[in-house]
C-alpha cells in the first residue's frame, strides 16, 4: 500500500479541518508512525547524489524550512526520501507568533497564505530536538538549520539575534540559513536592502570565521530571500552575496502579491502566499539570480512545485537543488519520490 494511497484517504478529513489544526495533527502522527517503523516502509528514491556548498546531498530533492519549526519531527521527515532535511525559522528567544487564525488554504488555487509570525520554542530547545534526533546523532544526511529574528528586537539590532542564533546552531548545521524574507516579522524585508544587507552580511561572515576555527569546521551560510523583488534589487542582493563570500542563495520565500488568488475565498488574508501562484514569480529571482551569480554560487530553489516537472522548470532556470512544502500537502509524501526521479531521469 503506497503512502500516498494512505494520504489520498487522509487527505480529506485533513482539508476539512483548520490548517494549522490539521498541521498540528499530521506531525505528531507522522512522529508515531516513525517511531513503529512504519515510515521505514516508504519507498525511497535512488541514489542522485549532488555536491553543493562543499556538502554532498544524497538527492537533490530537500524539505523547506517552515513545516518544522522546532526541529521536533526530524526523525520522521527524514524517513521520506528527502536529499536534505531543513528546519526552523528559529529566533533567540521563544514567541507565540501571531494570533490565531493565521494560515489558510486555497485549494482552488493550490496555495496556502500564513502569517505565523516565527513561532517557535526558542533556540535553546531547537537545538535540543536537533542532537536529540537520530538523523542528527548518526549523521544520516544533510541538515539545516533557519535562523531568525524575535518580533520584538527592533530591526537595527536584528543582527545580534542572528548571531547568537548562528552561534547556538553553528555545531549542529550542516549548513545554517539566514532568513530575512518572511513578511509576516514587521520590517524584517528592510533586511534585503543595500547597507542593512551589507552590515548583517558583514557581521555573520566574521562569525563564520570564529566559529570554523572554534569548531574546527566550516558550516556554510545560505541567505534566503523573497520573490517580490525587481531586477536591480536582485541584482544588488547578488553583488551582495558576492562581496561577502555567503555560500548559497535559498530562492525564494512566500509572495504577498494576491494577483494570481484575486476573488477567491481567503485571498485577501494577510501574510504569504505559498504553492503554485508563486512558481512563475520565484523561477523569475532563480533566472535573475543566475544571470548575476553565473557559478559562483549555488541557488536552491523553492516556490510552488506540485509535481515532478516543476522540479524540472527549478533546475532549468539555475538552480542545483530544490525545496519543496507547500506542494506536500497537496501532493502528499509522493511529490518527493517524483521530483527525485524527474530530476534524475534529466
Known sequence: MSENFLYSLARPLLFAMDAEAAHHLTLPALKRAAALGLTRLVKQPAADPRS?????????????????KD???????ADLGFG?????????????????PRMFRLPAAHGIINRMGFNNGGVDAFVANVQASRFYQNREGVLGLNIGKNADTPIENAADDYLKCLEKVYP??????????????????????????D??????????????????RYVPL???????????????????????KIDGVIATNTTLSRSAVEGMQHGGEAGGLSGAPVFELSNTVIRLLKAELGDALPIIGVGGIMRG?????????????????????????????DCADALRAR
Open 52 to 68: 553543493v556548498m562543499g556538502i554532498t546531498f544524497k538527492n537533490p530533492v530537500g524539505l523547506a524550512a517552515g513545516l518544522d
Open 71 to 77: 526541529g521536533a519531527y526530524i526523525d520522521a521527515l
Open 84 to 100: 536534505s532535511i531543513e528546519v526552523g525559522t528559529v529566533t533567540p528567544r521563544a514567541q507565540a507568533g501571531n494570533p490565531k
Open 172 to 197: 549542529y548545521a550542516s549548513y545554517v540559513t539566514v532568513n530575512i524574507s518572511s513578511p509576516n516579522t514587521k520590517n524584517l524585508r528592510q533586511l534585503q536592502g543595500g547597507s542593512e544587507l
Open 199 to 216: 552590515g548583517l552580511l558583514a557581521q555573520l561572515k566574521d562569525a563564520q570565521s570564529r566559529l570554523a576555527d572554534q569548531h574546527k
Open 222 to 244: 545560505a541567505l534566503k530571500i523573497a520573490p517580490d523583488m525587481d531586477g536591480e534589487q536582485v541584482k544588488n542582493i547578488a553583488d551582495a552575496l558576492l562581496r561577502h
Open 309 to 337: 516537472a516543476d522540479a524540472k522548470v527549478k533546475i532549468e532556470a539555475g538552480a542545483q537543488l530544490v525545496q519543496l512544502y507547500s506542494g506536500l500537502i497537496y501532493a502528499g509524501p509522493s511529490l518527493v519520490r
